[in-house]
């Protein structure tokens, strides 16, 4: 970046000055790729050994019963229990989340 501003101070001529954003702006599309090429790599999902799985006691889960939500740690209480699917109440909101993401507190 440093060298394109020194450019553009020694030089008055506006074609020049024209030339230099050209190459600014393609140097920061260059610059935004990778930094997105960076994000998308470490974002790869961690799976869960049998031993976490197991200590999550999913198998406990009814209606009426406390769970936390894996994702955001929050604390919610099961109004409804649909196959692998479960509606939630935190406070007012009623989410829907899948039982493998949640974790039995009592």
Same mark, same amino acid.
């Given at each position: 970046?440093? =060298?394109? &501003? =020194?450019?553009?101070?020694n ?17 920061? @599309?260059?610059?935004? !790729?990778? @930094?997105?090429?960076? !994000? ?31 994702? !955001? @740690?929050q &604390?919610?209480?099961?109004? =409804?229990?649909?196959?692998?699917? !479960? ?5 007012n909101?009623r ?5 493998d ?6």
């Amino acid at each position: 970046m440093l =060298e394109f &501003i =020194e450019e553009f101070k020694n030089s008055k001529n506006q074609k020049v000055n024209q030339d230099l954003g050209a190459k600014v702006m393609t140097y920061l @599309k260059e610059q935004k !790729t990778k @930094k997105e090429v960076k !994000t998308k790599s470490h974002k790869s999902k961690k799976k869960l050994s049998k031993k976490q799985v197991a200590s999550y006691q999913q198998e406990k889960i009814c209606l009426g019963s406390q769970v936390k939500i894996i994702a !955001t @740690k929050q &604390i919610a209480i099961v109004e =409804e229990l649909k196959g692998k699917q !479960t509606t939630l109440s935190i406070g007012n909101t009623r989410i829907k989340v899948a039982l493998d993401k949640l974790i039995w507190v009592s």
